[in-house]
C-alpha cells in the first residue's frame, strides 16, 4: 500500500532550468530560464522554492541551498520538440519520436480553402506572429469584417483569435473544433488555440476564455488512473492539453494565482488521486514576451503561496513541482527553450533532501504515478517512488 493518497503536481509552464544536451539543435545554447531570469534582476526572492531544494539543482542568483526538506533534480526531454504539448505528454508516458509539423510560411491554401468552406467565413492573417501583435495589426479588420484571425508560431500551432462580440466564444470553439478535425494526417498541429479578445482600437487585450484542442496520442498514466476510480481533477489548460483524455474533472483559470486558488480549492474537497495543475502566466504573459522581470514577480509571487499549498497538505499527500519547458526571456527571440526541466518533489511521509540527479526523461513523472496509486506503468519512464518514500 502507498504511503501516498493524493498528489499534487503542478506544472509551472516554461520555468525550464538550463539548456538541454540537445539545445544546439534547436538553437537555445546558453538558454537557462530561472538562473538566467535570477541574474537580470539581480537575485531571486524564493525562499519556499529554495526550501524545496532548487538553488540546489542548479545555482540560481538569491536560491538558498540551506535547510533543504524537499527532494530534488532535472529531467531531461525525450521527444522531439520544445513546447506544452511535448513537455506535458511525456510526462504522463508518451515519448512523440517525430517533430509535428510547423508552418513558418502559413497553413497551405488548399487547407485554408476547406477551413473557410466548413465555418462559413474568410479569414486574416495566416502567418506566424505574436499573439498581442497581430490583434493589434489586424484587430480593426476583423472587427469591421468579422473575419477570424489566424496565425501560428514557431510551435506546432493554429490559432484562432476572434473579438468576443464580434465572435461570441462559443461560436469560436466551434470553429477551432473544426480546424481540428481538418488538422490530422501530415497537418496534424499540437494544438489548435481559441484566443478571444475584446476592447477597442488601440487597446485590445486578451481574455482567460482561452481553449486548446490537443492531438490525442493515446492512452496515459492518466487513463490508468481514472480507469482504476481515482479523480483527475485538470486545472488550467490541463484539460485541453490532453483533449479531456484521462480527466475526470477539468477547471479552467484566470491566470496563475487563480490556478493556486483552485489548486487549495480541490486539496479541500477531493479526498484521494490526482489534483494536476498548469500554471501559464509564466509563459504567456512574460516568457514570450522578453520581460524577465515580470517573469521574476509571477516566480516570486508562486513562492508567497507555496506555505498555503503546503499547509494545506495532508499526511498522505505527495506535492510535485514541475515545468514542461523553457522560454528564456533574455535570449534572443521570443520562442520557448530547449532546456531541462526542474523537479521538486515533498510531503509530510517522504524522505528530505534526497537528490534525484537527472532524470533521463519527463515520464518518470508518469511512472511515479503508477507505483503510488498501483495501476499499470506507462511505456516510458523510472519511478522515483522508491527514492522519496519514508
Not at 468579422?146 to 496565425?151: K, M, N, Q, R, S
Not at 473579438?163 to 480546424?179: Q, R
Not at 497537418?187 to 476592447?199: D, K, L
Not at 481515482?230 to 494565482?257: C, Q
Request: hydrophobic share 35%; glycine share 12%; with cysteine.
Amino acid at each position: 500500500m502507498s504511503e501516498f493518497r493524493r498528489v499534487i503536481l503542478i506544472v509551472l509552464d516554461s520555468v525550464g532550468i538550463g539548456e538541454a544536451k540537445d539545445a544546439a539543435s534547436y538553437g537555445d545554447v546558453g538558454a537557462n530560464t530561472l538562473a538566467n531570469i535570477a541574474k537580470a534582476v539581480g537575485g531571486l526572492n524564493i525562499p519556499h522554492l529554495s526550501q524545496l531544494g532548487l538553488g540546489r539543482i542548479h545555482p540560481i542568483l538569491g536560491a538558498s541551498t540551506e535547510n533543504v526538506v524537499g527532494c530534488y533534480g532535472k529531467m531531461e526531454e525525450q521527444s522531439v520538440g520544445k513546447d506544452t504539448t511535448n513537455g506535458h505528454w511525456e510526462m504522463v508516458g508518451v515519448r512523440l519520436e517525430r517533430p509535428l509539423p510547423t508552418y513558418p510560411n502559413g497553413f497551405p491554401r488548399e487547407l485554408m480553402d476547406e477551413f473557410e468552406r466548413q465555418i462559413g467565413r474568410r479569414t486574416l492573417g495566416n502567418k506566424p506572429a505574436s499573439g498581442t501583435e497581430i490583434i493589434k495589426e489586424l484587430g480593426d479588420e476583423h472587427v469591421r469584417t468579422g473575419y477570424p484571425i489566424v496565425y501560428t508560431s514557431a510551435d506546432s500551432v493554429f490559432q484562432v483569435a476572434a473579438h468576443e462580440e464580434v465572435i461570441p466564444v462559443e461560436e469560436l470553439y466551434h470553429i477551432c473544433e473544426v480546424a481540428r478535425s481538418l488538422l490530422v494526417g501530415e497537418h496534424g498541429v499540437g494544438r489548435v488555440i481559441a484566443r478571444p479578445f475584446i476592447g477597442s482600437h488601440g487597446q485590445y487585450v486578451r481574455t482567460s476564455n482561452r481553449r486548446d484542442y490537443s492531438l490525442d496520442f493515446g492512452r496515459t498514466v492518466l487513463n490508468e488512473l481514472a480507469d482504476a476510480g481515482y479523480p483527475v481533477i485538470g486545472i488550467g489548460k490541463i484539460e485541453d492539453i490532453y483533449g479531456g483524455s484521462g480527466i475526470t474533472e477539468g477547471r479552467h483559470t484566470n491566470g496563475n494565482m487563480d490556478g493556486v486558488d483552485q489548486t487549495l480549492k480541490y486539496m479541500s474537497d477531493v479526498e484521494k488521486g490526482l489534483i494536476f495543475t498548469n500554471l501559464v502566466d509564466f509563459d504567456m504573459l512574460y516568457g514570450h514576451r522578453n520581460d524577465p522581470h515580470g517573469f521574476a514577480k509571477a516566480i516570486e509571487a508562486f513562492d508567497q503561496r507555496l506555505p498555503e499549498i503546503e499547509g494545506a497538505m495532508r499526511e498522505d499527500d505527495l506535492l510535485i513541482i514541475t515545468a514542461d519547458h523553457g522560454c528564456d526571456p533574455t535570449t534572443p527571440g521570443t520562442d520557448h527553450s530547449r532546456e531541462d526541466v526542474p523537479l521538486l518533489v515533498y510531503g509530510k511521509r517522504a524522505k528530505r533532501g534526497v537528490d534525484l540527479g537527472t532524470r533521463k526523461t519527463f515520464g518518470d513523472i508518469g511512472a511515479t504515478l503508477a507505483d503510488i496509486f498501483q495501476v499499470p506503468k506507462p511505456k516510458i519512464g523510472v519511478s522515483f517512488y522508491d527514492s522519496i518514500r519514508g
